[in-house]
C-alpha cells in the first residue's frame, strides 16, 4: 500500500506530556523520534564543548542558542532512518528563527501538534517526574508510577526538574510559543493535554490516520 512518511512536529508546555505521548506515537507509528531535549542531554553526557554550553542555559531554563540546536537538530533528520520512516520532531522548533532555518533546509512538517495545559498542573507534573535509565521511559510518581520495585530503586530525575526551574521554563516557553504557532496556522491541531495520557493519545492518533487516509487518497488520484 503506498504511504508517504508522516512528519510532525509536537509542542507544549514544559512537561505538558511531549516526551510521553511521543512514546505512544512511535509504537504505532515507527517514526523516528527526535527530541532536541534529548540530543543536548546527550552532549552533555558525552562532555563535549556543546554540552557544557547548552548546559548553563538549560539550568537557567532559556533557550540554548541557535548555533547549537540547529545543525544538532538538522544533522539527526538528516539521516537515513529519518527520511526512510518519517519523523516526529519534539521540543523543535521553539523560535521563529528556529524554524525557517530548518524550512530553509527542506525539512517540512504535515502536521504541528501543540499539547495544551493548564500552568497549575505542570509544577505537579514536573515535580513527580522519573526517568528510567534502562528503558529511557518517562513515569510520574502519581501519574504513571513504576511497574515494578526494580524499575522503581533505578529512577533517576532530571536537573532541570525543580519547581523554581520549571517556572523558568514555562517562561520562556510563554514568551516564544505564538511566534512558533503563527508560522504552522494551517496544519495546527490543539489537543487538551491535561486529560488522561491514553485520552491524549487517541485523539492525536485519530489526527494521524486521518493524515494517512488523505495521503494515500492523494497519491492514488495522482
Ligand atoms: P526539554 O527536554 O524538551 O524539556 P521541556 O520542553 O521542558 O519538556 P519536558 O521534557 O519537561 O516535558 P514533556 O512535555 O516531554 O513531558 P513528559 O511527557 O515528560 O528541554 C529541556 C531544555 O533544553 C529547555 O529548557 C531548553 O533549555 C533546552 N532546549 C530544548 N529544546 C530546545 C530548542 N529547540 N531550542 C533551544 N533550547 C532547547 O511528561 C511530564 C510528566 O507528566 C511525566 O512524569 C509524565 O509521566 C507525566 N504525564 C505526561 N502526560 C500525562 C497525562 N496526560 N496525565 C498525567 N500525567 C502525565
Redesign the pocket.
Known amino acids: 500500500k503506498p504511504r508517504k512518511h508522516l512528519k510532525i512536529m509536537i509542542s ?11 512514546e505512544l506515537i512511535t509504537s504505532k507509528y515507527d517514526l523516528v523520534h527526535i ?4 540530543l ?2 546527550a552532549e552533555i553526557a558525552a562532555g563535549s564543548e556543546n554540552g557544557k554550553r ?1 548546559k548553563e ?2 539550568e537557567k ?4 542558542p541557535d548555533e547549537i ?1 540547529v545543525m544538532m ?1 538538522k544533522d539527526r533528520l538528516s539521516q537515513p532512518d529519518s527520511a526512510e520512516k518519517g519523523w516526529l520532531l ?6 521563529s528563527s ?1 524554524a525557517t532555518a530548518l524550512q530553509a533546509f527542506g525539512f517540512k512538517p504535515d502536521l504541528f501538534i501543540l ?1 495544551e495545559v493548564p500552568e497549575e498542573i505542570l509544577v505537579d ?2 515535580v ?3 526517568l528510567d535509565p534502562v528503558t529511557g521511559r ?3 510518581l502519581t ?2 508510577p513504576p511497574e515494578n520495585e526494580e524499575i522503581a530503586a533505578r529512577l533517576t530525575q ?1 536537573f ?2 525543580t519547581e523554581e526551574k ?1 517556572k523558568l ?1 514555562l517562561q ?2 510563554n514568551q516564544n510559543v505564538e511566534s512558533v504557532l503563527s508560522l504552522f496556522e494551517d496544519i495546527t491541531v490543539k489537543v487538551d ?5 491514553e485520552v ?1 493519545f487517541a485523539k492525536i492518533d485519530s489526527a494521524l490516520s486521518n493524515l494517512i487516509e488523505q495521503n494515500i487518497l492523494g497519491m492514488a488520484a495522482t
Open positions: 507544549g508546555a514544559p512537561a505538558s506530556g511531549k516526551g510521553t505521548q511521543c527530541a532536541a531535549g534529548d543536548l542531554r547548552a542555559y538549560m531554563g532559556q533557550l540554548v540546536v537538530v519534539d521540543g523543535y522548533p521553539r523560535s528556529q499539547l507534573r514536573v513527580g517526574r522519573r518517562i513515569y510520574h501519574y504513571s532530571r532541570d526538574d520549571v521554563r520562556t516557553h493535554g491535561s486529560l488522561s495520557k491524549v
